[in-house]
């Protein structure tokens, strides 16, 4: 297995704590699919202790990225086209709800800078995944990640790291790329206008055409793998 460089604390939630390097790994295919996960390797390939290791596996059972069977142990669940359903779902329950509270809190400096990365997102184009994924976090970042429930914003946090790694995989078509700017620009709008109710509804279409130009992506290729 490949080793990671060492952490700092075992105990520690940051980004350097076995939960997230594993949860990270898995996300990003470096553990894929099925893959069986023995406590004694992963805590020498993350330089860790056993118990941090133990810890982890549970709470990324917890979030569905991790499944147990009786007699095999963990292994690693597929990032499947169920699995991205049930998080694009929850998605659109959590994020109006989030948006809402902003439009009703938001301030000038807030919507200055909502423009702002609009139009850097716009200047670049969708052809860098590297580069556009970090403007599009900076975005959804302004709106959702001042909310004042702690909860929900680790909550969405951990799905929103989940489902970019996936669609960064995929590339934009022109009808999602004019989708994506037309609905970011909606919602600067809405909170323009103080419109949360308008803003919820445009970001929960933003939400399900993600998940249908992923989804789709997924079925094409699980349908070319069959024929090949």
Not at 39 to 66: D, W
Not at 70 to 99: H, K, Q, S
Not at 181 to 190: A, T
Not at 209 to 219: E, F
Request: aromatic letters at 6%; hydrophobic letters at 40%.
């Amino acid at each position: 297995m490949r080793v990671t460089t060492p952490i700092s604390n075992d105990g520690a939630d940051g980004p350097d704590s076995v939960y997230h390097l594993i949860r990270k790994d898995i996300v990003e295919g470096r553990l894929e699919a099925g893959t069986r996960l023995n406590v004694s390797e992963l805590a020498r390939r993350y330089s860790s202790s056993s118990n941090p290791v133990r810890e982890a596996l549970q709470q990324l059972r917890g979030e569905g990225f991790v499944i147990f069977t009786r007699n095999r142990g963990a292994r690693v669940r597929p990032i499947d086209e169920d699995f991205m359903r049930n998080m694009y779902e929850i998605t659109t329950l959590l994020e109006p709800y989030m948006l809402r509270w902003f439009v009703d809190n938001a301030t000038d400096r807030d919507l200055t800078r909502l423009e702002e990365i609009q139009s850097e997102i716009e200047a670049l184009g969708f052809d860098d995944p590297g580069a556009y994924g970090p403007l599009d976090d900076a975005f959804h970042a302004v709106l959702n990640a001042r909310h004042y429930n702690p909860v929900a914003v680790e909550i969405w946090l951990h799905r929103r790291e989940t489902l970019r790694a996936v669609s960064l995989k995929i590339p934009f078509s022109r009808a999602r790329r004019e989708a994506i700017i037309r609905q970011h620009r909606g919602i600067i709008d809405c909170v323009r206008r103080h419109d949360g109710d308008g803003a919820a509804s445009l970001i929960v279409e933003h939400i399900n055409g993600a998940a249908d130009h992923v989804m789709q992506n997924m079925r094409a290729a699980r349908a070319q793998s069959a024929t090949t």
